[in-house]
């Protein structure tokens, strides 16, 4: 079945009726196509259907012509305009048939609006904050008569006056229009009803959940002014529990008397599923096969509290069981001898208290063991436990408290300790290798507000955090650090077409005493707190982890006196290849801008993008702009790599393909070999290898940010 204008087409008499293959607008200023489009009852075919190339395979959503509706349609669209103002439009159609298609267009004469020459609000003198009340409402003196502009600056008056105190305000709209003139005068009339209170709060529909849990829940109490914003507050908080499977906070109608000062309140509430079960499959190019498990109680021992219990494993396939899939689809890691020569794992049983002393902090408990790694960087194995509050601001501003003491060690590779920490010895990369406790206090604050956080097109988010970590703060002496951290994004809309221009900026700061070795003395960072660049997310025309500070080590050819110089030879004729460690670093920045548009073909599903991406990921001295590079300072190099991106939206998020064209050497560093003792020998400062291809492939699951 078949449709035109939204009615259904019988198949005997699809046969008879023309494909609208195109579907324009021609004149119109004031309101733009994709708001026209919406108010017409005639709709375009879908791309498939319209293509030459693969109509004949009956793929797409086909729409067809239908006069009766398509003349229904001029009136629809004058009668937009007028309520819009312009009460002298002209709409005209122009159809041009071509066999059994036709392309439609609407060509507009707008013609001079109705101005809004005075604009009076009356009835607030005994309101406090009148001011605000009035700021910038939708209807302006000015600009054109829009009914629809008037419809919202009541509904905005009413709202700001709900959220002053006033239940049961009313607006009382008037206006005069003076055809002749072109001029119209507005006027609305504001009964505002006595300013309340909140008054008792009943529940409703709890059996399993106690309704004094409920009531402790509502950022709404007794005695407090009434705000419509507070109860819709209230309301997301419920939701926010994932208790209930409906949850409603509104007046009490039965028993609300609009004279009173005092509201009474009714809460709603439909019970949902207790307990839940999930589980997970997947793959990915640095974790080979994954998989985990969960079990979540939503309502603890009958409090409301939140219990889950979780668990996943990673590298399954190459570390554990050892199926051999790093020679095959799993190829990606067998240049990660760190990470993924054992099976990386977490457990974790926690407790989310949703109302924490205020019903606006929530607490979260959690106890957990786990091991994980960065590529071919450290691998980390540690048991702890942590402490998390999360407070909601009144502009909906996520502000995070946090503290995390665990206990547990780092393994990484030699060269790493050596080159970056400057411990070269045994009992130095030993000492900074063994188990220590590690705590840290960090705070956070995040302010999202884009439209779609899977695939956003408009808005902002921003992300801010602060780590400090301490002998204060329950770590060993080794580990004593404070890091910056931030990721701003901003998205802007370019027309109607559904392109998007997006902006995105990364950057952080950490800064740490100087640590005191047996041998030897140096700065040291964590390996797993230090910055790292490169990859998918950030600067795709490198690698994962390439960008910045790395090292290189081969192992030495074993029967030779002089393994250096036989080992050297073999890697200057491309006979072996040294395996690549990124070191991270201290200081890091990051910025992207990217341009995505809708395909010629498939629009509605492919998109393509263009980007440049541009970074510095360094090891701080002394200056910000200068970077310690084998114990000497370097001014900070800024790659810029350029590149291209194909985008398949899905029902899940978009799957990403972005290809970055990387104009620069190969990353130095020093080379070191790997002796048959287990001791290193650096036999080179400035180490290259040679590039295989100026190209980054990347694909992924997501927008890059």
């Not at 703060?473 to 997006?502: C, I, K």
């Not at 590149?643 to 990387?662: A, E, H, K, M, S």
């Amino acid at each position: 079945m078949f449709y035109a204008a939204g009615r259904a087409i019988p198949l005997a008499a699809q046969d008879t009726l023309p494909l609208v293959r195109g579907l324009s607008f021609a004149g119109n200023q004031a309101i733009g196509d994709n708001t026209l489009s919406i108010a017409i009852g005639t709709t375009n075919s879908s791309s498939f259907a319209r293509s030459p190339l693969v109509r004949w395979l009956g793929l797409g959503e086909k729409r067809f012509f239908d006069p009766v509706e398509f003349r229904r349609d001029v009136l629809r669209l004058t009668l937009l305009y007028r309520q819009s103002g312009f009460m002298e439009v002209q709409v005209d159609t122009l159809v041009e048939r071509e066999g059994r298609f036709v392309s439609l267009t609407f060509r507009i004469s707008e013609g001079p609006p109705i101005v809004v020459t005075s604009l009076l609000v009356t009835g607030l003198d005994s309101v406090p904050l009148a001011k605000e009340v009035l700021r910038e409402l939708p209807l302006r003196t000015g600009a054109p008569f829009n009914r629809f502009l008037l419809q919202a600056s009541a509904h905005s008056l009413e709202s700001r006056l709900r959220n002053q105190g006033y239940p049961a305000v009313e607006v009382f709209r008037n206006f005069s229009v003076d055809r002749r003139a072109r001029t119209a005068e507005v006027s609305m009339e504001v009964v505002s009803g006595p300013r309340s209170r909140i008054g008792p709060i009943r529940v409703r529909g709890a059996t399993r959940v106690d309704s004094s849990f409920i009531r402790q829940l509502l950022v709404v109490r007794p005695g407090q002014r009434y705000t419509e914003r507070d109860l819709f507050e209230s309301q997301r908080k419920l939701y926010q529990t994932e208790l209930f499977r409906l949850a409603r906070v509104t007046i009490d109608s039965a028993s609300y008397d609009p004279e009173s000062t005092v509201v009474p309140l009714a809460v709603q509430v439909a019970e949902g599923r207790s307990h839940r079960l999930v589980s997970s499959l997947g793959y990915a190019t640095n974790d080979c096969f994954r998989g985990g498990a969960g079990w979540t109680d939503r309502n603890l021992f009958g409090t409301g509290r939140r219990f889950e219990i979780a668990g996943r494993v990673s590298k399954v396939g190459v570390a554990w069981p050892q199926w051999g899939l790093e020679r095959s689809i799993c190829s990606a890691l067998k240049d990660d001898p760190i990470g993924s020569s054992v099976l990386n794992y977490n457990v974790t049983a926690l407790v989310r208290q949703p109302r924490f002393f205020s019903p606006n902090l929530t607490g979260t408990y959690s106890l957990f063991a786990e091991r994980r790694s960065e590529f071919a960087v450290y691998r980390r194995d540690e048991i702890g436990a942590s402490l998390g509050l999360l407070r909601e601001t009144s502009r909906r501003v996520p502000i995070t408290l946090g503290y995390r003491l665990t206990y547990g060690n780092t393994t990484a590779s030699p060269a790493t300790f050596c080159a970056f920490f400057n411990a070269c010895t045994e009992d130095d990369i030993q000492r900074l290798s063994e188990a220590r406790p590690f705590g840290i206090v960090s705070a956070g604050v995040a302010w999202p507000r884009q439209d779609n956080p899977i695939d956003p097109t408009r808005g902002h988010a921003y992300y801010l955090d602060v780590g400090h970590s301490s002998q204060l703060t329950g770590s060993a002496e080794l580990q004593t650090f404070t890091r910056f951290s931030g990721d701003l994004a901003w998205y802007f809309p370019l027309g109607s077409s559904g392109s998007v221009l997006s902006a995105h900026v990364r950057g952080g700061l950490i800064f740490t005493p100087r640590a005191s070795l047996d041998t030897s003395s140096g700065s040291f960072i964590p390996p797993e707190q230090r910055f790292y660049a490169g990859g998918p997310n950030d600067v795709r025309g490198y690698d994962r982890n390439e960008l910045g500070p790395v090292v290189y080590v081969v192992d030495a050819v074993s029967g030779d006196t002089a393994p250096w110089d036989s080992t050297l030879g073999l890697v200057d004729q491309g006979q072996l290849s040294p395996r690549f460690s990124a070191t991270g670093g201290n200081t890091m920045a990051v910025t992207q801008l990217e341009v995505r548009v809708p395909a010629p073909f498939w629009p509605s599903r492919l998109r393509l993008a263009g980007f440049v991406d541009a970074g510095a990921l360094s090891q701080r001295c002394h200056d910000l702009l200068r970077s310690c590079v084998g114990g000497t300072e370097e001014p900070v190099e800024i790659r810029v790599t350029p590149g291209v991106g194909l985008r398949l939206l899905t029902p899940l998020g978009p799957i990403r393909l972005d290809v970055g064209y990387n104009g620069y050497p190969a990353p130095s560093g020093a080379l070191y070999l790997n002796l048959s003792d287990g001791s290193l020998q650096k036999v080179r400062d400035n180490f290259q290898r040679a590039e295989v291809s100026r190209f980054r492939f990347h694909i992924s699951f997501g927008e890059p940010f």
